[in-house]
């Protein structure tokens, strides 16, 4: 999915490809073929005001974005999380864009016998979903997944997870809270899912961390695009500047509303 950025260019503009998650509403996602969610009107901001630059937005699966950057052939993507050790193909990081809180949400019935209030250890045994791609949780999870304390289960993004976790497929799921609580509205005002009929309950677990979504540029291009770092320059200008004067968060509170 495409999004051109309305730019008077000039034939000296650059012509730019930022790819994006298309499956991680309400951050990132594309709906009846348009890209949408909360990076992307903060995106399409900022870029509009760069100068030299004529940018596209692609909206691609996850793991296919993440492929072009690790093969060098994508410049950007948005919205990784700081991970260098285990995407060593990804830097420079733009400034961080937005804080997301990491949680889980599991069903009712897990919180019967105990609160389980530390993560990692009180949640052990239990099935935790996750987004297919997604490598969130902290090292001690997928620690205890390797051996075998914890079943992690992958599916392609929240609604999935969620109808998993309704009808009791998975213990919990682990995501951003915002989009989880999101997504769970949408369900539940589409009748898709019956809380407390149909499907369980759901209580939020412990946040696990806090998170920042960043634009992440390849290093795999082998001089290829040559303006990174002037790019990179002119985007965090603009993003400390939409932080600072709270225009950002106008941004995020009238996509909520």
């Excluded at 009107?41 to 005001?49: D, E, G, L, M, P």
């Excluded at 830097?91 to 897990?110: G, K």
């Excluded at 530390?118 to 390797?146: C, K, M, P, R, T």
């Excluded at 759901?202 to 992440?216: H, N």
Aim: charged share 30%.
């Amino acid at each position: 999915m495409y999004f051109f950025i309305p730019l008077l260019a000039s034939a000296e503009d650059i012509e730019v490809t930022l790819y994006a998650d298309a499956n991680y509403p309400p951050y990132s996602f594309t709906e009846a073929g348009e890209l949408k969610g909360i990076y992307a009107n903060i995106i399409k901001r900022a870029v509009s005001r760069m100068k030299g630059y004529k940018v596209t937005l692609v909206g691609v699966p996850w793991k296919r974005g993440l492929r072009l950057i690790e093969s060098g052939k994508g410049f950007a993507i948005y919205p990784p999380y700081f991970h260098v050790e285990k995407r060593p193909y990804i830097w420079p990081y733009s400034l961080p864009i937005l804080d997301e809180r990491v949680m889980v949400i599991c069903r009712e019935d897990i919180f019967f016998r105990m609160m389980r209030l530390n993560w990692v250890e009180d949640y052990y045994g239990l099935v935790i979903g996750v987004n297919s791609g997604f490598h969130l949780g902290g090292d001690a999870f997928w620690q205890a997944a390797e051996e075998d304390k914890i079943t992690v289960s992958e599916a392609k993004g929240n609604r999935e997870n969620l109808l998993q976790l309704g009808l009791k497929r998975i213990d919990c799921y682990l995501n951003d809270r915002i989009s989880i609580l999101w997504e769970l509205k949408k369900l539940k005002l589409s009748g898709e899912y019956d809380e407390g009929g149909k499907h369980a309950r759901l209580i939020e677990g412990v946040t696990v961390s806090i998170e920042q979504g960043f634009l992440g540029f390849t290093n795999r291009d082998e001089g290829r695009f040559a303006y990174k770092e002037d790019f990179k320059k002119q985007f965090d200008i603009i993003i400390y500047d939409m932080r600072r004067s709270g225009e950002m968060q106008k941004i995020i509170n009238d996509f909520l509303r």
